[in-house]
């Protein structure tokens, strides 16, 4: 089993090869140089890509000058909603803003993401789930993640209840927890939205490339 995760954790991280993750943004980001394209060809192009790639590109403009334009973008796949074995429903939104820096010769993409995860109708923090970004869900992070809903505490891991396991809530949180690792299904189901996120954005980054030239 561990194997078998460990090859998908391996498949979602080569898919994203075609873009650097950057943890400092909570997303990814790649430069390309573009020796036979002014600043002003460039800039066009991005231009045509969002008119071509978003329903309404005037409300996804956020910013727009020569050296830089700021594009709000949703995902396809969000919000996601996820079942536990345990019929608990979480739920996974994500978004994303794409920064486009442009200057002679060279642009620059960071695509920053936001996301946040739901347990039983109850919010967690907000850019919390970096493995679920970079494609490292395993079990280490499926169990914080679980537990951190369970308790519905800031931070409040699995290690940590264990150590307060005398705690009936805490107790409770731990034997949820180790069932549904047990299960496997719940692990499954979140390594799957991991590569969603992971082939959506391979997307958007091979189709701006496409339209640059690249």
Avoid: C
Avoid at 7 to 16: H, K, L, N, P, T
């Amino acid at each position: 089993m561990r194997l078998f995760l460990s090859i998908i954790v391996f498949s979602i991280s080569f898919s994203s090869i075609s873009q650097d993750l950057s943890k400092d943004l909570y997303g990814f980001k790649k430069s390309y140089n573009l020796k036979s394209l002014s600043q002003e060809e460039i800039h066009s192009l991005v231009k045509e890509w969002i008119g071509q790639n978003f329903e309404s590109p005037s409300d996804a403009t956020k910013y727009d000058d020569k050296a830089k334009i700021i594009v709000e973008r949703g995902f396809k796949m969000s919000p996601k909603i996820i079942q536990t074995a345990q019929n608990t429903t979480s739920n996974y939104k994500v978004s994303s803003v794409l920064n486009f820096f442009i200057s002679e010769n060279k642009l620059l993409l960071e695509m920053h993401i936001s996301d946040i995860y739901s347990f039983d109708g109850k919010k967690g923090d907000p850019k919390t789930n970096w493995e679920i970004i970079s494609g490292q869900v395993d079990e280490t992070f499926i169990r914080d993640l679980l537990t951190r809903g369970y308790m519905n505490v800031k931070q409040f891991g699995y290690w940590l209840a264990i150590e307060k396991k005398g705690d009936a809530m805490a107790k409770k949180a731990v034997k949820y927890v180790d069932k549904e690792i047990k299960k496997g299904v719940f692990i499954k189901r979140m390594i799957k939205v991991s590569n969603q996120l992971n082939s959506e954005v391979k997307e958007v980054f091979n189709s701006i490339e496409q339209k640059i030239g690249v």
